[in-house]
């Protein structure tokens, strides 16, 4: 319709008068300071949220064992988003992180149990992820599925393959090989500073995917196949490669995310691991400001994303809500902070 | 004249600080065609959403309909007023019917349930009126697009609007489709009502308007009656400057020695896809500028689809410099050394989040790469910055996002895209279309430039005097099919008249 009053949110910027140089100066740093904005994103609100849970926990937030525990369960969820991240760039989603994970893990840990080749768990674990992601990728980019149908299918397929996996039991290795990146820390001044090594994994994420989605040529063809794949298409750019390596990619860290789980807790349990960690992977994207359309986002924003709902967490129980309103309250603060983003965006627009 | 009905009067818009309007007059009477030109950004399209309400004009401005002034707020109050608009980009819901289009927002109801069938006994006389070929039960996905236009004019008239604003409602339209909405616009103004006609096209000002008032920058530049519209004259208001050669042609392919000898560069030999196009064959040569005419539908853009494998063909092939090649995607046309721009660059060209300069680079990022696969980021900005002076795009920096620029401007990105991989063959679809006067006339430089330095060009296009202007052969489709071709040498010059007998078939009658 014509009349439709949303399209005049997006027209100020549309009528400016683009030849002359005023306006041209004026676009600029309005597009400047909308940059700068998507840039921090949601990191006011993550100091905002520190800050508030460390004056209502009287001070026990910013403690050094706090911090720790915080990164710590941060690390996984960083990992899976990270993935995640690549995925919804192109304008899909993987709801089959989560199951792919616990599928991982489950191989990681039988492969373990064997004398000679116990310390290949850890590549396993990986490869098994990565095998799975490419497969999903192969569906949706050679057959055309949609990603939403494909990757609902796996997270209940491959969810039963990890419980085959283990005959539907818990597998334990209370000896496996490298299970100091599940518990150690790397220590960088001895006695005062020492890092999780799942937190230097998570970090590690990031930094190469920063990397690949900023550096690469790989990265630019991400951005565009999100951003208006029928272009992409017939700019010459291979829009089913890309496509089966972001879910190859998500699938790879998902298996990462299951060998970090597996070293942490020297089991797996086909069942139980990796539970819906697939909406609190989308869910740090999201926070972290990438479209859910596709094209527009960062790595860094994902990880803001991660350690709000890391701190959201912590910061409950410190101050000792209940279980039940723990639930209640993290949805609440997820939807009002995306709110937030977007009457933010909107205002930058103007002014 | 009798009585104006609308008049407005000193009306500004401001955002913020940038005035996109300053102190406009326009003053429109019932039973006239005004056409408002201007480039883009000129102001046009600021001054129509303050008719239609999306926009409230700065204070001091004032707009009176019938003598009566009046405020035009949200988006009902033009239509409130008497006011509707025809968008560029038609506004209709393809997935319903007709009726359900025109009361969309205003259904009827009886007892709760949808009154379906009164809704569409009322719109029967409206079609009827308009001349329309189709009910009001038929779903607008299967309408053309000059269809659709009735529909959305058939959705004003139901609303009993008087001043109908059209924005470049031929853009889509096919010659034949315009010839009727041209007779429709003339009926409607015998009936009394006001038109306020936007366009680039100058031959349609010249059909239709009793007087053009041309915008620039925000302000009024003036008006013309109908006897003193020439086209010197409009864009020497539109540009603000003398514009003493429109169509730039020096290029000769005669004078070049690269195109007289051997074979063709792109040879396409009776390609078909069996649905669209049947059976098309069609030489460029090396400095050659060929026109691809016809009506819209014709098949123009599914053959330069099929050429450049973005569509499968099922007979037929493509000889690059006398070999055949193999072409299944883009990427091994880009490869092969064609490259085409897309006729829909919002759909299929730009990305409009990405910055020029990913823009600009995109074809050509993993021949720059570093390592298999590092951007060279210094390089991209020197192509980026290379693109703009040469082109003379206009933005702020190459970093902005393509979605801001012009119209014409992103036109020049992607150009420059398609520019940087150094084709051998370059097919443009639409090149200038919804595009300002100035850069239309500077894409025809660029033209002229590449074909003088070798490059075999297909333009594809609507705009005849643009055909006429720049090619040195016109091919000719009709209905899937070559139709013929017309060549331009030094004494007869190519002629609208003819192009326009081989598209629609007139010529056999003749015969």
């Known amino acids: 319709m014509p009349e439709n009053g949303a399209s005049s949110n997006i027209a100020p910027a549309k009528a400016a008068p683009a030849g002359s140089g005023l306006a041209a100066a004026q676009e600029t740093k309005r597009q400047r300071t909308r940059m700068i904005i998507r840039a921090v994103g949601m990191l006011p609100v993550l100091l905002l949220l520190c800050i508030g849970f460390h004056v209502l926990s009287d001070g026990r937030f910013f ?21 995640m991240t690549f995925v919804i760039l192109t304008g899909g989603i993987d709801l089959s992180v989560g199951s792919i994970l616990a599928a991982a893990a489950m191989a990681g840990l039988i492969i373990s149990k064997f004398p000679d080749l116990g310390a290949l768990w850890l590549p396993a674990a990986v490869l098994t992820g990565a095998v799975f992601g490419v497969l999903n990728g192969g569906l949706i980019a050679l057959l055309r599925l949609p990603p939403f149908i494909v990757t609902l299918g796996s997270l209940t397929a491959v969810r039963g393959a990890a419980r085959l996996l283990g005959a539907d039991t818990t597998v334990f290795n209370p000896s496996i090989p490298y299970a100091f990146i599940g518990n150690g820390a790397l220590t960088l001044i001895p006695g005062v500073l020492s890092i999780p090594w799942l937190w230097v994994i998570a970090l590690l994420v990031i930094l190469v995917s920063w990397l690949v989605l900023k550096r690469t040529v790989l990265g630019v063809h991400i951005y565009a196949v999100g951003g208006n794949e029928s272009a992409a298409r017939l700019a010459g750019i291979k829009v089913w490669a890309v496509l089966i390596f972001v ?45 859910f359309v596709g094209g527009i986002g960062s790595i860094w924003g994902t990880l803001v994303g991660a350690l709000i709902i890391a701190v959201l967490s912590n910061g409950l129980i410190l101050i000792g809500v209940s279980d039940v309103w723990q639930y209640v309250i993290k949805g609440l603060v997820i939807i009002g902070a995306v709110a937030l983003d977007r009457y933010r965006l909107q205002g930058s627009a103007r002014t | 004249m009798s009585e104006p009905i609308l008049e407005m009067r000193r009306v500004s818009k401001s955002f913020f600080s940038i005035k996109a309007l300053r102190d406009v007059d326009l003053t429109v009477y019932a039973g006239e065609i005004h056409a408002l030109m201007g480039e883009n950004g000129a102001g046009k399209s600021t001054l129509m959403k303050i008719l239609s309400g999306a926009y409230r004009p700065d204070p001091g401005s004032e707009i009176r309909i019938d003598g009566e002034p009046v405020q035009i707020s949200g988006p009902l109050g033009g239509r409130a007023a008497g006011i509707a608009i025809i968008y560029q980009e038609l506004s209709l819901a393809p997935n319903l019917s007709v009726a359900e289009n025109i009361y969309l927002g205003r259904e009827v109801s009886r007892g709760g349930l949808l009154a379906r069938e009164a809704m569409q006994a009322a719109v029967g006389p409206i079609l009827a009126r308009l001349g329309a070929d189709f009910t009001p039960q038929t779903q607008v996905a299967n309408l053309s697009m000059g269809q659709r236009q009735l529909v959305e004019i058939a959705r004003a008239l139901h609303a009993r609007s008087r001043i109908l604003i059209m924005d470049e409602p031929t853009t889509a339209l096919s010659a034949g489709e315009s010839e009727r909405l041209f007779a429709l616009i003339r009926q409607l103004r015998a009936e009394g009502l006001a038109i306020i006609y936007i366009s680039h096209r100058m031959d349609e000002v010249y059909a239709l308007g009793d007087r053009v008032t041309v915008l620039r920058d925000g302000t009024l530049v003036g008006s013309l009656d109908k006897g003193d519209i020439r086209a010197d004259t409009i864009v020497r208001m539109m540009v603000g400057r003398d514009v003493s050669s429109f169509y730039k042609k020096d290029h000769d392919p005669k004078n070049d020695p690269n195109a007289r000898q051997g074979a063709p560069v792109l040879a396409a030999v009776d390609i078909a896809d069996g649905r669209r196009v049947k059976g098309c064959s069609l030489t460029v040569h090396a400095g050659e500028v060929v026109g691809l005419a016809g009506l819209v539908g014709a098949g123009r853009t599914e053959l330069a689809h099929l050429i450049i494998g973005a569509a499968p063909m099922i007979s037929g092939h493509v000889e690059i410099e006398g070999r055949a090649v193999s072409i299944r995607t883009p990427g091994e046309a880009l490869d092969a050394g064609i490259a085409y721009l897309t006729e829909d660059r919002k759909a299929l060209g730009l990305f409009l989040d990405m910055s020029c300069l990913d823009n600009i680079n995109l074809a050509v990022l993993g021949r720059d790469a570093r390592f298999g696969g590092i951007l060279d980021r210094d390089k991209a900005r020197d192509r980026a910055k290379r693109a703009f002076a040469g082109l003379g795009i206009r933005a702020a920096n190459v970093g902005v996002p393509a979605g801001g620029l012009s119209g014409g401007n992103q036109q020049k990105v992607l150009l420059s895209r398609l520019l940087a991989i150094g084709p051998k063959i370059l097919i443009l679809d639409e090149p200038t279309r919804g595009v300002d006067v100035g850069a239309k006339s500077e894409i025809y430089s660029i033209i002229d430039n590449l074909a003088k330095s070798g490059t075999a060009v297909l333009v594809i296009s609507s705009d005849l005097p643009e055909i006429i202007g720049i090619c040195d052969r016109v091919i000719v489709m009709r209905a899937g099919q070559i139709a013929g071709q017309i060549r331009r040498d030094a004494t007869s010059p190519l002629s609208q008249e003819e192009i326009m007998a081989l598209a629609t078939g007139t010529e056999q009658l003749d015969a």
Do not use: F, K, P
Not at chain 1, 253 to 280: P, V
């Open chain 1, 247 to 291: 879910y190859g990619v998500s699938g790879l860290l998902a298996g990462l995310g299951g060998a970090m789980q597996a070293a942490r807790l020297y089991a797996a349990n086909g069942l139980q691991l990796g539970q819906s960690y697939e909406l609190d992977a989308i869910t740090a994207v999201i926070l972290g400001g990438t479209s």
């Open chain 1, 63 to 83: 403690t050094g064992q706090n911090i720790g525990i915080v990164v710590q369960q941060s690390a996984v969820n960083t990992v899976l988003a990270a993935g």
